[in-house]
């Protein structure tokens, strides 16, 4: 996220709720509007806070919602470690799974083509 978008997004929160968002809580901004941005198709966070003075009213009430619902430590260390996981430690896991895995699949569709010469 640009700065020029958090100054945009902390502006609007500033007027519409009066929360002051300052650069510390970007990540914290980019995690809640993951979903905003996903539902109104926007193509990311800059965007979005480039058409947020002339979006419409659902656009709006949506940010000021995502960005002013309480979310309790835990929720968002799960969060983040689950991220985490799924980037780096899955990814990897599942191509090494499947390079391990291929030539025992080979094997059985031989066998199964030798008993069953057809199929």
């Given at each position: 996220?640009?700065?020029?978008?958090?100054?945009?997004?902390?502006?609007?929160?500033?007027?519409?709720?009066?929360?002051?968002?300052?650069?510390?809580?970007?990540?914290?901004?980019?995690?809640?509007?993951?979903?905003?941005?996903?539902?109104?198709?926007?193509a990311d966070i800059d965007t979005l806070a480039?058409?947020?003075?002339?979006?419409?009213?659902?656009?709006?009430?949506?940010?000021?919602?995502?960005?002013?619902?309480?979310?309790?430590?835990?929720?968002?260390?799960?969060?983040?470690?689950?991220?985490?996981?799924?980037?780096?430690?899955?990814?990897?896991?599942?191509?090494?799974?499947?390079?391990?895995?291929?030539?025992?699949?080979?094997g059985v569709l031989q066998r199964r083509r030798?008993?069953?010469?057809?199929?």
């Amino acid at each position: 996220m640009r700065e020029q978008s958090l100054d945009t997004i902390a502006q609007f929160m500033q007027q519409k709720a009066g929360i002051r968002f300052t650069a510390s809580k970007t990540y914290m901004i980019e995690a809640r509007l993951e979903a905003v941005i996903k539902r109104f198709g926007f193509a990311d966070i800059d965007t979005l806070a480039i058409r947020l003075p002339q979006a419409s009213g659902e656009v709006q009430q949506a940010l000021v919602d995502a960005l002013t619902t309480n979310e309790s430590f835990f929720f968002f260390a799960i969060r983040s470690l689950l991220r985490h996981l799924n980037r780096f430690c899955c990814r990897r896991l599942l191509a090494a799974l499947r390079m391990r895995a291929a030539p025992f699949g080979f094997g059985v569709l031989q066998r199964r083509r030798a008993r069953n010469p057809i199929a």
